[in-house]
């Protein structure tokens, strides 16, 4: 009864494939948020939520999985325990760390990967994760009034056939902003080819452009690159190609790593993280400290953690 409404379009033969289905949300941010939502309403069966944030004030604008009482938390924790709520019968695996070569295990048996990243490090990662293991996954990105979608399909072009090294092109959500109706739209077309793939319907092989702001919608065709690295087997990126030592987050977050141990109070301690007034240590040895610039985030990691 409960996906009675979805039956004429999924079949009931198709709601067993997403019930037996594993589905890894990269990024659990306004994109990630919102499809892992629509895949546990759509009956999923088993979502892994990947994202190394914490919640920020500056993301309730458009991230709805949260709320005002979830500032300071960490946003895999926050996401997991509402999904679970959503739908009890759902395996809900949480993983609050980084996506990298290291930890590119959290991926093992997925049957399809969703990005909801906000950087084109963790997507080539996820790339070549797919591209070796044979696996289809689903790009997203939106910036300022744009998005973009698109499946990727092992027979198919990969990310790395068009963008051949990490870019910005896109813009940055710091200095173009984000339009809060846009991951909607985005998170809507990357979960609908999401459920095509998991029922094994076939899913668009377009990049689709979104202009929510201009009322437009386009779509264009991706042709292969032989000179692509990726589709040669070449995997820098799984190799572990050499990782930034500080990251600016989509928000107020800047991330370093540390093995030392902090020198300030930590207010609140969980089985994840410990938390300070400005940040968390992560177990995984990640810092997260808020501040209003690089410099700022660079001076106080000096100062507790150096
Ligand atoms: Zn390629």
Known sequence: MRYIRQTPIITSEGQKKLEKAAVAVVGIGALGGIAAELLARAGVGEIRIIDRDLVDEGNLQRQ??????????????VASEKLKRINRKLVIKTYPT??????????????????????FD???LINEYCRKNNLPWVFSAVVGTKGQVWPILPEGPCLRCIFQEP???????ETEGILNTL??????FQVTEALKI?????PSQKLLLVDPWQAEIQSLEVKENPACPVCNQKFEYLNGKKSKEIVSLCSDLYQFKTKNK???????????ASFFKKGAVLKDGRVLIKAKSKEQAQA???RYFG
Do not use: H, W
């Not at 709320?67 to 924790?77: C, F, N, P, S």
């Not at 870019?167 to 959500?173: A, I, V, Y």
């Not at 991951?183 to 809507?188: E, K, N, V």
């Open 64 to 77: 709805t999985l949260f709320e005002e009482q979830d500032i300071g938390k960490l946003k895999a924790v």
């Open 122 to 124: 963790a997507r080539f």
């Open 98 to 119: 980084e996506l990298n070569a290291e930890t590119s295990e959290i991926l093992e048996n997925v049957d399809l990967i969703l990005d909801g990243t906000d950087n």
């Open 167 to 173: 870019t910005e092109s896109l813009g940055t959500c």
């Open 262 to 272: 902090p020198r300030l109070k930590v207010t609140k301690k969980d089985q994840y």
């Open 300 to 302: 106080f990691f000096d």
């Open 183 to 188: 991951p909607r739209m985005i998170a809507a």
């Open 198 to 202: 998991l029922t094994n319907k076939t």
